[in-house]
């Protein structure tokens, strides 16, 4: 029987069904001007498709932001799809963003349909949940985030990058050229969630795996990182056909859950047994995580959850402070005179015997701790971090739904007569883009200028978000970005690859330091000269 007679009323369905979606979302959001497109940025087709003029993208955000806020003079913008269902309001203004990360915690907000699908792969972790269980497991893992934890980091950061100037055959060169600085920084950060996330040994060289799977895990994990977006929105048979791409895919997931699962056991297993946790000196992430989690009785995590957690820390973990090691690179390549400056902040931290001791972690942490860990401070290299991570977010939105009548203050720059108020259903996102090129709350947003950073306590490093929901590994992300710039600085000098000798600085920065979308926003391939200082 032939189903043609069927596909034109299921076409006229189809329609009819969205029509009405889209106006009863048009009506929660009637009174708020703002974005209107074919799929909303969310949506699967959204983002599977790339950005183009009915399709916003995963990327508008740096396509679009500023024509949708300032065509309406808003701060805070609705954004609908035709065809998609979420209505979404998204904002650029520091006090709505602040109210919106504060509701979340009181149960009115909740982390999207989105977010809490990724238990699908990983399980229930730090990021999926909500309300009591979201703080049961913040308290099993707040205290594996300890100094004891920085320090690890500070010194396998330096091993790490001793590793790589060895193996890469770049010791004993005056000048290196580098088409790509992403290799290294991906493969450099992976080395540092493996070994101080979980205790991995993991050295620069890895050797082939021998589980059968021809896929060493540091390419199986770059593979899992680079494609969670697209398993979000795509069914597992897809990975099941006949097609190379899609097979690898298939496989690298399969070698990274196999891995975690082994993980997860044999460190059990390590912890049972009580003479070897006597005996075990070690403190990475991963075992702190399990001491407090074998300490808190009822409330400890389960097999699955430890799993779920141990993804979310390699995925969380690993690509934003990659991307943002590629950002600042370029960046410092850009302005020479910042590196200069902070050139000279490391060059006065080497010790006598030439050698650069820790660095602290965030400038403004209780000096107390900073003697007791002979912890030295570096601001201006901790700052060009986080200028980086300002001008390009990994993490470019946090995104929330109503669970009820929401109601958010705002005020009059933003033009909504003192209060939005947001029906259940809605979803509301932090534009964190679009906050960081806020002229309002960043000046000259376009500029590279670490000194905003100075003196800025942890609570207000936009970058990690903010309140109590912020970045667990804010300060793991900033010791190891600023352990790996202070050795890589003070060896090097770091300027920009023309594509040609006609090119300017401004047409380097406008080719290469754009918005590469994926798991973690960043910038793509920054081709660098490296001149030995
Ligand atoms: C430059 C590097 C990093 C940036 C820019 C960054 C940014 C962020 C942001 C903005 C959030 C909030 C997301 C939301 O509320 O929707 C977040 C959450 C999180 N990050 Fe990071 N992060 C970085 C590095 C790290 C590292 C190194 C780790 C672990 C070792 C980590 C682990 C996490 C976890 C577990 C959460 C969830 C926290 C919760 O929901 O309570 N991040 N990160």
């Known amino acids: ?300 995590m389960s097999d699955e959850e430890l799993a779920g957690n141990t993804y979310l820390l390699l995925m969380a973990g690993h690509e934003s402070t990659a991307r943002t090691l590629d950002a600042v690179t370029g960046f410092l390549a850009l302005y020479e005179d910042k590196q200069e400056e902070v050139y000279n902040e490391i060059r006065s931290a080497v010790s006598e015997d030439g050698k650069l001791v820790r660095a602290s972690l965030t400038s403004h942490l209780p000096l107390l701790r900073d003697r007791t860990q002979h912890f030295q401070k570096l601001p201006k290299v901790e700052a060009c971090f986080l200028e980086a991570a300002r001008l390009f977010p990994a993490a470019p939105s946090m995104s929330r739904d109503t669970q009820h009548t929401v109601a958010l203050q705002t005020d009059a720059e933003d033009g909504h007569g003192g209060q939005l108020v947001l029906e259940p259903g809605v979803r509301v996102a932090v534009d964190l883009v679009g906050l960081h090129y806020n002229p309002k709350h960043f000046p000259d947003p376009e500029e590279f200028r670490p000194a905003r950073w100075y003196g800025v306590s942890d609570n207000d490093m936009t970058v990690f978000s903010f309140g109590p929901r912020a970045c667990i590994g804010r300060r793991f992300a900033v010791t190891e970005g600023v352990a790996y710039l202070a050795h890589f600085l003070l060896d090097w000098k770091v300027t920009v690859v023309l594509k040609h000798p006609g090119e300017t600085k401004a047409q380097w920065r406008a080719r290469v330091m754009r918005a590469d979308d994926g798991l973690t926003l960043g910038v793509g391939s920054v081709p660098v000269r490296l001149t030995r200082r």
Not at 28 to 55: H, M
Not at 178 to 197: D, E, Q
Not at 241 to 258: H, S, Y
């Open 1 to 300: 029987m032939s189903w043609y007679p069927y596909l034109l009323p299921l076409l006229a369905f189809y329609i009819v069904r969205k029509a009405l979606v889209f106006r009863e979302n048009s009506r929660k959001l009637s009174y708020l001007p703002g974005l209107r497109s074919l799929f909303s940025p969310a949506s699967p087709l959204g983002v599977l498709l790339p950005t183009y003029f009915w399709n916003p993208g995963m990327k508008w955000q740096w396509h679009w932001r500023k024509e949708a806020y300032a065509k309406h003079g808003l701060q805070t913008i609705s954004v609908l799809g035709y065809l998609t269902s979420r209505p979404a309001v998204y904002t650029i203004s520091m006090d709505v963003a602040k109210q919106v990360l504060a509701l979340s915690l009181k149960g009115q907000l909740e982390k999207t349909e989105e977010s809490t699908s990724f238990i699908r792969f990983w399980g229930r972790n730090l990021f999926t949940e909500n309300g009591a269980e979201w703080s049961r497991h913040r308290r099993i893992m707040n205290p594996a985030f300890s100094p004891e934890t920085y320090a690890l980091v500070w010194d396998e950061a330096t091993s790490v990058y001793r590793e790589m100037v060895d193996a890469e055959g770049w010791a004993g060169k005056d000048e290196v050229t580098i088409p790509a600085m992403n290799p290294f920084s991906s493969k450099f950060a992976l080395i540092i969630i493996g070994r101080c996330g979980f205790g991995q040994p993991m050295p620069w060289k890895s050797a082939p795996d021998a589980s059968g799977i021809q896929m060493t895990l540091s390419e199986a994990i770059g593979i899992v990182s680079r494609s969670t977006i697209a398993r979000l929105v795509t069914p597992r048979w897809v990975y099941r056909l006949p097609i190379r791409r899609l097979r690898n895919i298939e496989t690298a997931w399969k070698r990274v859950d196999a891995e975690l699962k082994h993980l997860v056991a044999s460190r059990r297993a390590e912890m049972a047994s009580a003479k070897e946790r006597a005996e075990s000196e070690k403190k990475d992430v991963f075992r702190l995580m399990l001491r407090a989690s074998d300490g808190q009785g009822t409330l400890s």
